[in-house]
């Protein structure tokens, strides 16, 4: 199982991220920098952890359309496959995004309109560069008036019948809280619906137990930022995952 770091990234630094209020992110305090330059995270992330592939939240394109393409653009230089959330709404926004090199562009439940739309992004880019990302709020799907009242198991497999195969599960309201991660039923469930597909969660992850629930859960890979700065996990909890 993968560990997958997290840079949520507004006005072009690094913030953290607490429970979903975006409004109130600050700049991130890590015991591993004093930095919030993004491209410094990342690399502290990568030579301390030893990690690979990475997560990436633009939360101003994702609140306001406004994309940070050059800190993206920097950030995709590093080693490692780039899953980008840059809250995408339509074909241009994915375009941009993919005009960045991104490894992997996800697609948030809270940000495409429609399933319609998402048919569309899946038809132009294809199965194995999208990531559709499940976004809930205390197990609320957060979406728009398409899927407005629906569970977010229904959601999961009309996105699946339409022939994604990538998820993210992720439930904001855990995220920075060090409340365990809330989200593994959700988990359990793609996993037996869907074999094949490739899962990552994230959202509450505190150290090592939680790393064994979510494998246990059938995860191929888990969102972490907090526990990483705070040294919840250590680069030994780590390495012995990766091993």
Partial sequence: ?????????????????????RESYRPLKSLLTESVDPSVILQVLQQQFGLGD???????????????????????????????????????????VADLQADRIVLGLESVPSAAIARELLDEFGEDRLVFSLDMQD?????????????????????????????????????????????????????????????????GVRHVADLTSAEQAGVDGVLVASALHDRSLTPEDVRWWRT
Wanted: contains cysteine; negative net charge.
């Fill in 139 to 203: 197990g609320v799907p957060l979406c728009g008036p398409q899927w407005q009242g629906e569970s977010i198991l229904h959601i999961f497999d009309s996105v699946a019948a339409m022939g994604f195969s990538q998820f993210i599960v992720l439930d904001l309201a855990s995220v920075g809280t060090e409340s365990g991660i809330t989200s593994l039923t959700v988990c359990r469930h793609i996993r037996e619906e869907l074999p094949g597909a490739s899962i990552l969660c994230g959202g």
């Fill in 1 to 21: 199982m993968r560990i997958i770091p997290v840079i949520d990234i507004q006005d072009g630094i690094t913030v953290r991220g607490v429970a979903g209020q």
């Fill in 54 to 96: 990475f997560y990436v939240a633009d939360l101003d394109a994702i609140r306001h359309q406004r994309l940070n393409r050059c800190v993206l653009a920097e950030l995709q230089q590093a080693d490692g496959q780039m899953y980008c959330d840059a809250g995408v709404q339509s074909l241009a926004d994915a375009q941009a």
